[in-house]
Nanobody, 121 residues
């Protein structure tokens, strides 16, 4: 599975942003697609994932501000982020996994290149 993330940028605190990740390769509709983020000097952190049957899983710190969705006809997964905070600043990565329910980096076996999100105060 090849993944291409886009949509990052420089925004102000309180703004919204929608990230996109276009996937190609195998039968993508069978895969769980997710988003992770990595701030400078920190470990990569789970943000959200969506299963092939559209169940969703969120990290507690973002679940009230983020919505993950997918369009299997377009092979794309989205992450809508609202009320952005400076601590949301990170490189955001999309990833694919063979099963749903994990928040662990090692359980996702395909990764995109990342898109930078910077939130100014």
């Amino acid at each position: 599975v090849q993944l291409q993330a886009s949509g990052g940028g420089l925004v102000q605190a309180g703004d919204s942003l929608r990230l996109s990740c276009e996937a190609s390769g195998r039968t993508l509709s069978r895969y769980t697609l997710g988003w992770f983020r990595q701030a400078p000097g920190k470990e990569r952190q789970f943000v959200a994932s969506v299963s092939s049957w559209l169940s969703t899983l969120y990290e507690d710190s973002v679940k009230d501000r983020c919505t993950i969705s997918r369009d299997n006809t377009e092979n794309t997964v989205y992450l809508q982020m609202n009320s952005l905070k400076p601590e949301d600043t990170a490189v955001y990565y999309c990833a694919a996994a063979s099963y749903f329910g994990s928040k662990t980096v090692s359980d996702f076996d395909s990764w995109g290149q990342g898109t930078q999100v910077t939130v100014s105060s």
